[in-house]
């Protein structure tokens, strides 16, 4: 909607753009910034380049169990809390699992990195 909008294919003005998606109440903080985010796609493609090759300030310090809380948070916007902890039962689950093997076979690793586009 954001690139849509930069490019003037949707007659609402910027303030009554982000009103709306206020009063839609649904994962606010999320759409604002889609929103903002389409909106730099289109006027500035090579900045939002820029911006997705930054790596994340916590992501080589960010903890296993700090990061399934940052999925969940984001799951619950996205859907809902039921989602979002169905998710983390999974997780749990795998994590279980994982910690039940012998020590010779091999771990799950967690290497954190920056989310990169499929080629």
């Given amino acids: 909607m954001g690139y849509a909008w930069q490019n003037g294919f949707v007659p609402v003005g910027l303030a009554a753009m982000q009103q709306a998606i206020k009063l839609n109440g649904v ?3 999320t759409n604002l910034l889609a929103f903002s985010l389409g909106r730099l796609a289109a006027a500035d493609p090579d900045a939002l380049e820029r911006l ?3 790596p994340s300030v916590h992501a080589e310090s960010e903890t ?3 990061l399934i809380e ?3 948070m984001h799951l619950s916007g996205y859907q809902n ?4 902890d169905r998710f983390a039962a999974v997780v749990q689950r ?3 699992r994982e ?3 012998p020590a010779s076979d091999v771990a799950l ?3 954190p990195a920056p989310l990169r586009r499929a080629s």
């Fill in 109 to 111: 690793p967690f290497t």
């Fill in 27 to 29: 994962a606010v903080e």
């Fill in 52 to 54: 997705r090759d930054t």
């Fill in 64 to 66: 296993i169990d700090a």
């Fill in 99 to 101: 910690q039940a093997m």
């Fill in 70 to 72: 940052r999925a969940k």
């Fill in 81 to 84: 809390a039921a989602w979002a």
């Fill in 94 to 96: 795998v994590r279980a």
